[in-house]
């Protein structure tokens, strides 16, 4: 699950009227002083990173002047968190403490439904408390339609022991947590701590705040890049590739880099979040690394699959490619074969790989695979549901160890590359399928019009053309590739389909090409 | 008999005519159960698939009479909407196939269903299967694959992760197991049946000797399971794989996490509070067939 730095989090609370400290943010040591005048001496000065226990790893200072600001916000900036640099500080104005408390609402599977939590005390550490008696927790379910009711919220301050004027002032922040967390559908949202001034105020001085993934969409306001659990800033290549995903709802895409070090770093292309992880663990007990996350499931179309491939080839530096899920597949696993097929060669692929693709249709899949590969010069080897993730991390550890990674070498694509000299051509869902029809009316086999499943194709005039208008029919083409291949297959290469990734290109432009 | 679904099931599926509607009605249709009506809105009174389209699910079942079930196949924002329309129509089970259905959507959808006494599969999954009977959902992919990879037999199976229901089955069978009912409860953190309700269901289950459960960390469905076993809830032998072993330690972001679940949902807590409830756990995935033969043998020895 995505979550929001502490400034972006007191930013949303602050719209629903709860109290935060007065705060600005920087991005370097000159903002930083500017900002801790305007709000006046004494100030906080707080590390914006996704990591607890900051002031333990001193990633938050205490500062009495401009001097002090501009130190150590020098500190902190720049500093890597988790394997990711601190890009902005917080400065806040300095609450005078008289307690602190801790308020959450979070989802629970075993209600099913929101929960209400207040301690008598806060912090970090504070779970520890509880566990220990040292701290006294109350919870309460709450409708997840209506919210949390004043006198729900009431009755967990009374058990916490809260008295007095601070009752409705603890209540009333509850109840206004409870509803940013349901508008907002946070996953689960923090106040730790709850401050209690000496003037008797409540102020939510830190935040932590969890967006569930699946509703980010519906929130532009909470500014979510990447709405999955990344651990760290994203990167450029997990941007484009989250930057496509958000065009095309035809099964799931996901890419994630990894900063696990190794001297033998493997490309990994999972299906599906269990088989995923259990290949990654068979891969690991063979003295590989992955360099990346990626996940093609849901029945992805072929054109999903190649893009996934580009990413995880885009990262240079792998010396296998490992693709498996979780051997018995519903998804149609030829769609996959097609999808890698069209990127190796168009790559071209320089690293031995190993493909399990099993499950549904996977004869297909394997064929394909062995059909339009074997030519390369790295060994790709194509399993089945018949053979366990152990059995085929093993083989690419043979493999990798026969077959350093060779050097850059010329590989005819799948798709055409020369200029069209009688062009035909209609727009897809997400690109162009370009057919050279001078080409085509020397083709005698024409087995492009037989492999589209959808078929919308037809021979007419000698070449092959859309049934019926583009406006009608293109729409049903669902970017299997099939045509595409089909047409290389007898020798042809009339047909391009291309499926272009925003921002790919310059990508690796920007890093000096492949 | 099986659970969740049999030859006798009569379906409906919601957003029929779209992508995923379209290949899985013909998976249903050819390996069972029988299909009655599809509803798309807006697409009422045409045809597919041999089957009248409705614009409604009340519509649906005015005409083709009562149905125990609905499949829905509809873009993941409208998923919750769709099977409140199915509840609201009378219908007691829905599948609620597709992945990313907002959480918020799917705790309200608890309570609807509650107060509609039905219940709901899902969301994220891939279905049930009763082998030889039928599927509803997507379970298997094609009739041709479904008939090729599941056997059926006396010995349940509930899990977590989509490809991996699947994959127990098929090595179960290649062991020479056959299966009651598979059920993929669907990867979410809210599912409207967890590991316990399927665990109650296979309990009452005639048919089903025994039970093996694919795990994962996250939840307290796993911990609840070990309950149920120790309160005599669950009396049927359970042999349990727990995924995400290697999953990172010490990355838990929410100290409100930690208070609720108490050092629940990780990995050690699930494997010992099964493990001491009396299930056997496996510790590598490859050897759940095995485990699973050894544990019936004992079973038919008894
Ligand atoms: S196979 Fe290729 S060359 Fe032959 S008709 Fe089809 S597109 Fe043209
Ligand atoms: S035109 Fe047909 S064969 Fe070619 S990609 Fe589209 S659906 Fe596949």
Redesign the interface.
């Known amino acids: 699950m995505a ?1 929001l730095l502490e400034h972006k989090a007191k930013e949303i609370l602050a719209r629903f009227g709860i109290p935060v400290p007065r705060g600005e943010i920087a991005a370097d040591a000159d903002e930083a002083a500017a900002a801790a005048e305007r709000i006046g001496f004494p100030v906080v000065l707080k590390a914006q990173a ?1 990591v ?1 226990g900051r002031a333990g790893k001193g990633l938050i200072h205490f500062c009495d002047s401009s001097a002090e600001v501009r130190d150590a916000a020098s500190d902190v900036l720049g500093r890597t968190v988790g394997g990711f640099p601190v890009e902005t500080i917080l400065i806040e104005e300095k609450l005078r403490i008289a307690s602190e408390l ?1 308020a ?7 209600i ?4 209400a ?1 207040l ?1 008598d005390r806060g912090g ?1 550490g ?2 520890q408390m ?2 220990d008696g040292k701290a006294t ?1 109350a ?1 309460r379910p709450f ?3 209506t919210g949390l009711k004043l006198y729900e919220a009431r009755s967990l301050a009374v058990e916490c022991g809260i008295t007095g004027k601070q009752l409705s002032a603890v209540s009333g922040f509850l109840v206004r947590l409870a509803k940013v967390f ?1 508008t907002e ?1 946070a ?2 949202l ?1 106040v ?1 701590p709850l401050v209690m001034t000496e003037g008797g105020k409540v102020f939510a001085a830190d935040c ?1 705040f ?1 967006v ?4 980010a ?2 929130h532009p306001e909470l500014g979510i890049e990447i709405a999955r659990e990344i ?1 760290h800033p994203p990167t450029e290549l997990e941007k484009i590739a989250a930057a496509y995903e958000a065009t095309d ?2 099964g ?1 895409f996901y890419f994630l880099e990894l900063s696990a070090e190794g001297d033998r770093p493997v490309g990994f292309h999972g ?5 995923s ?2 290949s ?2 068979a891969l ?1 007990r063979h003295g590989f690394t992955a360099k990346n996350f990626c996940d093609t ?3 992805p179309s072929a054109a999903k699959v190649y893009r996934a491939s580009k990413h995880i080839l885009a990262q240079g530096g792998i010396v296998g490619y490992f693709a498996s ?8 696993q030829f769609h996959s074969a097609r999808g890698m097929v069209k990127a190796f060669r168009e790559w071209p692929l320089n690293v031995p790989a190993v493909i399990r693709l ?4 996977e004869e297909l899949a394997i064929e394909i695979l062995g059909k339009f590969l074997s030519d390369l010069p790295v060994p790709v080897e194509a399993y089945g ?2 053979d ?1 993730a ?1 059995f085929c991390a093993e083989r690419l550890d043979a493999l990798v160890k026969e077959h350093p990674p060779v050097e850059p070498y010329d590989c005819i694509p799948t798709a055409r590359t020369e200029v069209a000299k009688d062009e035909y051509a209609f727009d897809v869902r997400t690109g162009t399928i370009s057919i050279d029809h001078a080409i085509c009316r020397n083709c005698e086999s024409r087995p492009c019009i037989e492999s589209c499943h959808a078929e919308i194709l037809e021979i007419a005039n000698s070449a092959p053309r859309l049934k019926e208008p583009a406006e009608e029919s293109a729409h049903r083409c ?1 970017e299997c590739l099939a045509c595409e291949l089909a047409c290389y297959g007898a020798g042809m290469r009339s047909i391009a389909i291309n499926l272009p990734i925003p921002g790919f290109d310059e990508y690796l432009a920007k890093r000096g090409g492949q | 008999m099986s659970i969740l679904v049999n030859e006798n099931t009569r379906v409906i599926v919601q957003g029929i005519t779209g992508r995923e509607g379209q290949v899985r009605t013909r998976l249903m249709q050819g390996y069972g159960p029988s299909v009655a009506a599809g509803v798309t809105p807006g697409r009422g009174g045409e045809e597919t698939l041999g089957l009248p389209v409705f614009d409604t699910v009340a519509g649906a079942v005015n005409q083709v009479g009562a149905v125990d079930a609905s499949v829905v196949f509809v873009p993941a924002t409208l998923a919750a909407d769709a099977a409140m329309e199915a509840m609201d129509a009378g219908v007691k089970f829905v599948v609620i196939v597709p992945d990313r259905v907002p959480l918020h959507d799917v705790m309200k959808l608890c309570k609807f269903a509650e107060e509609h006494n039905a219940r709901f599969l899902g969301p994220n999954t891939l279905g049930c299967l009763s082998p030889g009977k039928g599927v509803l959902g997507m379970m298997g992919g094609s009739p041709e694959a479904a008939r090729d990879f599941f056997a059926p037999g006396r010995v349940g199976v509930t899990s977590r992760s989509g490809g991996i229901t699947s994959s127990i089955a098929y090595y179960l069978k290649k062991a020479g197991i056959g299966t009651s009912t598979i059920v993929h409860v669907g990867g979410d953190s809210i599912v409207g049946l967890p590991h316990p309700e399927i665990l109650r269901l296979f309990e009452e289950d005639a048919e089903t000797d025994a039970v093996v459960m694919f795990g994962e960390i996250g939840t307290t469905q796993e911990e609840r399971v070990a309950e149920m076993i120790r309160r005599g809830d669950f009396t049927k032998p359970l042999v349990a794989y727990i995924g995400g072993k290697q999953a990172e330690e010490g990355t838990r972001f929410s100290h409100a996490g930690a208070i609720v679940e108490g050092g629940r949902g990780d990995y050690q807590s699930k494997v010992s509070a099964l493990g001491d409830a009396g299930a056997v756990i496996v510790e590598r995935f490859e050897d759940l067939p095995s485990e699973t033969a050894r544990v019936l043998a004992e079973l038919n020895g008894k």
């Not at chain 1, 569930?212 to 509703?215: I, Q």
């Not at chain 1, 899920?325 to 149609?332: C, D, I, L, P, T």
């Not at chain 1, 099993?358 to 249709?361: D, E, V």
Request: charged share 25%; with cysteine; glycine share 16%.
């Open positions: 979550k996704f607890t801790f959450a609402c979070m989802v629970t599977d075993e099913p439904g929101p929960l939590l301690a970090s504070v779970e509880a566990r927790l919870s409708d997840a339609t349901l559908e996953r689960s923090e730790n932590h969890s569930d993934d699946y509703a969409g519906r651990g709802h035809r799931t299906a599906g979040g269990g088989g992880m259990m990654m663990d690991v499931s849901g029945n899920g979780s051997g018995v597949a519903s998804q149609e099993g499950g549904n249709k549901k018949d366990s152990a669902t």
